[in-house]
């Protein structure tokens, strides 16, 4: 991974190998949801290459921190769903056992 | 002050759970803009509004706050299982944002590792088959073992038991005898690795104990507690050729870890996908003949019928996550686009993974959702 621009910390390109849409969509959704966030956006810059450059802009914090802060959020999200995932899926195999296959009527 | 307006013109058609009932969205968007927000609208021609709005502050000017908080995510976020069997499963997934789904979704296709045949040492094959099909249908088999048990094998590794699983094929059709078929459950699983030597310039099969063969295990993966009592089995059942009266396969097939994103045969899912919650509205009251009308063009039956009273009829949604946006009601004539209103629920995701069989669906999409944190994780490493 590189880290472009030096001059002026809160404006960085950050090149990302063996990623690719998967994890720079998510991650550009997390950083659009900052609100230190002016600019964000990814690019690959050819699809034979397992590259990705992911562009950060933000208000005057370092974008390399926001960035770092980006990925946090997106990982406790998804720790978030994985818990409520792993809690519906163990409900729906007990409650399963009881009441057949009348589980789409409960709202 | 356009609150109430606003809820009640969003939910003037009564869906049964909508998320704009939440009591915690984020307050004083004007209806217009909430609906864009939170829905698909499906014209007759295209469906408009498809984009999600992410920026956070895309309302700053309206005092709202777009932005999803991680403690509001927490509030919001559900899931409800609606299917679970061994190999297949549908949930919902409420209050995600799609770049998250689709993030989930790319992972269980491509970036979850199996075991499948790599390499097949082909001995004798005089079936119509030729060798480098033959070798394709077989890599394509669903291997019954949990992935999480053995290691990648790079270039320069010799296979060993850790990483490689050893199945041996010898089958042939005597000759006067109808013709054969075969199937996955002839593969012989080999606990002790390769039989075949590795000198020997003429492939025969000859069964040896101490000289080279194309994999050293150091010891019997059936010695292996994990594998003692449960054999690794390829899907059984599954047609690999079929024999005439004479025809003879003799093979070895060594299988590897590996990720979708190499090959397809190493993707653990037969597919997985989602799609937004269908919402159905009628603007207007459907009555009598038009009712009727309606009932009888939906394919999948989204309509039924009410009696009100002095024996006029009136139609309602019934089943709305049924419609598959075929559009056919919004054919029937000019003034029916005006009557019914078809949208999708931008963060309602009906998710739906069908397994091959290595792992069941709720394992898969457990460890899909460890894979995207590890990937957060390696870029936050990276980045300190
Ligand atoms: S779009 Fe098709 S499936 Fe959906 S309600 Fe209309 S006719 Fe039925």
Redesign the interface.
């Given at each position: 991974?590189e880290h472009g621009a030096f001059g002026d910390q809160s404006n960085a390109t950050?090149s990302?190998t063996e990623?690719?849409?998967?994890?720079a969509?998510?991650?550009?959704?997390t950083l659009?949801?900052?609100?230190r966030?002016t600019f964000c956006g990814y690019s690959i810059p050819h699809p034979s290459d397992a590259r990705v450059n992911i562009r950060v802009q933000t208000t005057g914090d370092p974008a390399?921190e926001v960035?770092?802060d980006a990925?946090?959020?997106?990982?406790?999200?998804?720790?978030?769903?994985?818990s409520?995932?792993?809690?519906?899926?163990a409900?729906?195999?007990t409650s399963?056992r009881g009441q057949a296959m009348n589980?789409?009527s409960e709202? | 002050m356009a609150e109430k307006n606003e809820k009640k013109q969003v939910n003037e058609g009564k869906g049964?759970?909508s998320s704009l009932d939440l009591p915690d969205l984020p307050k004083g968007l004007p209806p217009q803009l909430e609906f864009q927000r939170t829905r698909v609208l499906c014209n007759l021609d295209a469906p408009i509004h498809t984009d999600t709005v992410?920026?956070?502050?895309a309302y700053a000017s309206m005092g709202v706050d777009n932005?999803?908080?991680?403690d509001y995510?927490?509030q919001k976020?559900?899931?409800?299982?609606?299917?679970?069997t061994k190999d297949d499963m549908e949930?919902d997934?409420i209050g995600?944002?799609p770049?998250?789904a689709?993030?989930?979704r790319?992972?269980l296709i491509?970036?979850l590792p199996t075991m499948a045949i790599e390499k097949v040492l082909i001995a004798n094959n005089t079936s119509v088959i030729q060798d480098e099909v033959l070798a394709h249908r077989l890599g394509l088999i669903p291997i019954m073992v949990d992935p999480r048990l053995f290691e990648y094998i790079s270039e320069n590794d010799t296979n060993n038991e850790k990483n490689t699983i050893v199945y041996k094929l010898h089958v042939r059709c005597e000759r006067g005898a109808p013709r054969l078929t075969v199937k996955t459950n002839e593969l012989k699983w080999l606990p002790n690795g390769s039989e075949l030597l590795l000198d020997s310039k003429n492939s025969d099969s000859n069964p040896t104990s101490k000289p080279r063969t194309y994999t050293s295990f150091s010891c019997s993966q059936a010695s292996l507690p994990k594998f003692a009592n449960n054999p690794i089995n390829p899907m059984p059942d599954i047609t690999i050729a079929r024999l005439g009266p004479g025809q003879e396969i003799e093979l070895e097939a060594h299988a590897v870890k590996g990720m979708g994103k190499t090959h397809a045969k190493w993707s653990p899912v037969a597919t997985a996908w989602y799609r937004m919650l269908p919402e159905v509205v009628l603007l207007e009251d459907v009555e009598d003949e038009d009712a009727e009308k309606l009932v009888n063009t939906c394919p999948v039956k989204v309509f039924d019928i009410e009696d009100i009273g002095n024996g006029k009829k009136k139609a309602t949604v019934a089943r709305p996550?049924a419609c598959t946006l075929c559009r056919e009601c919004l054919r029937i004539g000019e003034e029916w686009e005006k009557r019914v209103s078809l949208r999708r629920i931008k963060d309602h995701f009906i998710f739906t993974i069908e397994s091959t069989g290595a792992l069941p669906p709720?394992v898969l999409?457990?460890e899909a959702?460890?894979i995207?944190?590890d990937?957060?994780?390696r870029?936050?490493t990276?980045?300190?």
């Open positions: 991974m950050f990302l990623e690719d849409h998967t994890l969509n998510a991650v550009r959704f659009n949801q900052d609100p966030v390399r960035l770092k990925c946090q959020d997106l990982m406790l999200m998804c720790q978030h769903v994985r409520t995932f792993d809690k519906a899926v409900d729906f195999k399963e589980i789409d709202e | 049964k759970f992410m920026y956070g502050g932005s999803v908080q991680l995510f927490r976020f559900r899931v409800e299982v609606v299917r679970l949930f997934l995600i944002d770049s998250i689709n993030a989930f790319r992972i491509a970036e996550r709720e999409f457990t959702v460890k995207l944190e990937k957060c994780e870029v936050i990276e980045l300190s």
